[in-house]
Protein backbone atom coordinates (compact mmCIF):
# COMPACT_ATOMS: atom_id res chain seq x y z
CA UNK A 1 0.00 0.00 0.00
CA UNK A 2 2.79 2.75 1.33
CA UNK A 3 4.74 1.64 -2.44
CA UNK A 4 1.55 2.40 -4.56
CA UNK A 5 1.55 5.63 -2.38
CA UNK A 6 4.75 6.31 -3.18
CA UNK A 7 4.58 5.12 -6.68
CA UNK A 8 1.95 7.77 -7.15
CA UNK A 9 3.43 10.38 -5.77
CA UNK A 10 6.40 10.66 -7.69
CA UNK A 11 4.75 10.32 -10.80
CA UNK A 12 2.54 13.19 -10.49
CA UNK A 13 5.41 15.37 -8.91
CA UNK A 14 7.02 13.77 -12.36
CA UNK A 15 4.10 15.23 -14.05
CA UNK A 16 4.27 18.46 -12.33
CA UNK A 17 8.22 18.92 -13.65
CA UNK A 18 7.52 17.99 -16.84
CA UNK A 19 4.79 20.89 -17.11
CA UNK A 20 7.72 23.44 -15.96
CA UNK A 21 9.88 22.15 -18.20
CA UNK A 22 7.10 22.51 -21.12
CA UNK A 23 7.22 25.94 -19.66
CA UNK A 24 10.77 26.85 -19.86
CA UNK A 25 10.97 25.51 -22.95
CA UNK A 26 8.65 27.45 -24.57
CA UNK A 27 9.91 30.36 -22.90
CA UNK A 28 13.71 29.62 -24.16
CA UNK A 29 11.93 29.09 -27.98
CA UNK A 30 10.08 31.99 -28.19
CA UNK A 31 12.52 34.24 -25.78
CA UNK A 32 9.39 35.62 -23.88
CA UNK A 33 9.65 37.87 -20.77
CA UNK A 34 7.35 35.59 -19.03
CA UNK A 35 9.19 33.56 -16.62
CA UNK A 36 9.21 29.26 -17.74
CA UNK A 37 7.33 28.64 -14.53
CA UNK A 38 4.61 30.63 -14.93
CA UNK A 39 4.17 29.77 -18.48
CA UNK A 40 4.12 25.77 -16.94
CA UNK A 41 1.31 26.88 -14.31
CA UNK A 42 -0.45 28.69 -17.21
CA UNK A 43 -0.27 24.88 -19.02
CA UNK A 44 -1.14 23.04 -15.86
CA UNK A 45 -4.33 25.66 -15.73
CA UNK A 46 -5.11 25.02 -19.30
CA UNK A 47 -4.94 21.31 -18.81
CA UNK A 48 -7.11 21.14 -15.97
CA UNK A 49 -9.68 23.55 -17.06
CA UNK A 50 -9.85 21.64 -20.46
CA UNK A 51 -10.50 18.05 -18.27
CA UNK A 52 -7.30 16.83 -20.75
CA UNK A 53 -5.82 16.49 -17.01
CA UNK A 54 -7.53 15.26 -14.39
CA UNK A 55 -6.79 16.85 -10.94
CA UNK A 56 -6.96 12.96 -9.18
CA UNK A 57 -3.39 12.96 -11.65
CA UNK A 58 -1.36 15.90 -9.80
CA UNK A 59 -3.02 16.34 -6.17
CA UNK A 60 -0.15 13.87 -4.76
CA UNK A 61 2.91 15.53 -6.28
CA UNK A 62 1.10 18.97 -5.50
CA UNK A 63 0.59 18.41 -1.66
CA UNK A 64 4.09 17.26 -1.34
CA UNK A 65 5.42 20.33 -3.29
CA UNK A 66 3.15 22.75 -1.01
CA UNK A 67 3.86 20.87 1.88
CA UNK A 68 7.97 21.46 1.90
CA UNK A 69 7.44 25.03 -0.03
CA UNK A 70 9.17 26.93 2.46
CA UNK A 71 12.29 24.59 1.80
CA UNK A 72 12.24 26.18 -1.54
CA UNK A 73 12.57 29.75 -0.35
CA UNK A 74 15.95 28.87 1.40
CA UNK A 75 18.21 29.25 -1.82
CA UNK A 76 16.69 32.68 -2.83
CA UNK A 77 17.11 33.92 0.98
CA UNK A 78 20.59 32.89 0.83
CA UNK A 79 20.84 34.81 -2.55
CA UNK A 80 19.49 37.66 -1.31
CA UNK A 81 22.30 37.80 1.42
CA UNK A 82 24.78 37.71 -0.75
CA UNK A 83 23.77 41.02 -2.58
CA UNK A 84 22.98 42.86 0.99
CA UNK A 85 25.04 45.86 -0.40
CA UNK A 86 22.15 46.78 -3.28
CA UNK A 87 19.33 47.40 -0.36
CA UNK A 88 21.42 48.86 1.98
CA UNK A 89 19.72 52.59 2.61
CA UNK A 90 16.71 51.42 1.32
CA UNK A 91 15.30 49.31 4.16
CA UNK A 92 12.81 51.36 5.48
CA UNK A 93 11.38 51.37 2.00
CA UNK A 94 11.43 47.55 1.33
CA UNK A 95 9.91 46.81 5.19
CA UNK A 96 6.74 49.52 4.03
CA UNK A 97 6.57 47.74 0.41
CA UNK A 98 6.63 44.32 2.61
CA UNK A 99 4.29 45.25 4.89
CA UNK A 100 1.50 46.87 2.34
CA UNK A 101 1.74 43.96 -0.20
CA UNK A 102 1.63 41.37 2.22
CA UNK A 103 -2.08 43.19 3.63
CA UNK A 104 -2.79 43.25 0.06
CA UNK A 105 -2.44 39.49 -0.82
CA UNK A 106 -4.38 38.89 2.88
CA UNK A 107 -7.52 41.20 2.20
CA UNK A 108 -7.55 40.13 -1.51
CA UNK A 109 -7.32 36.25 -1.04
CA UNK A 110 -10.31 36.82 1.70
CA UNK A 111 -12.25 38.35 -0.50
CA UNK A 112 -11.78 35.97 -3.18
CA UNK A 113 -12.27 32.93 -0.94
CA UNK A 114 -15.16 34.74 0.84
CA UNK A 115 -16.96 34.87 -2.96
CA UNK A 116 -15.85 31.28 -4.05
CA UNK A 117 -17.46 30.16 -0.62
CA UNK A 118 -20.58 32.57 -1.25
CA UNK A 119 -20.67 31.37 -5.31
CA UNK A 120 -20.62 27.38 -4.31
CA UNK A 121 -23.39 27.73 -1.89
CA UNK A 122 -25.72 29.72 -4.08
CA UNK A 123 -25.13 27.04 -6.70
CA UNK A 124 -26.05 24.36 -4.08
CA UNK A 125 -29.65 26.39 -3.05
Known amino acids: MK??????????TLL???LYQMGT????????T???????MMLLFVLLSTGLVKP???DKG?????KHLPLFFIPATVGI????HLFAGSGIFLIAIIIVSTALVI???GHVSQWLVRKKELKHD
Do not use: E, R
Request: a neutral charge; glycine letters at 6%; aromatic letters at 14%.
Open 3 to 12: VVYVGKVIIH
Open 16 to 18: LIF
Open 25 to 32: WIHDFLNL
Open 34 to 40: LPGSVIG
Open 56 to 58: SWV
Open 62 to 66: ALLLV
Open 81 to 84: ISFL
Open 107 to 109: VIS
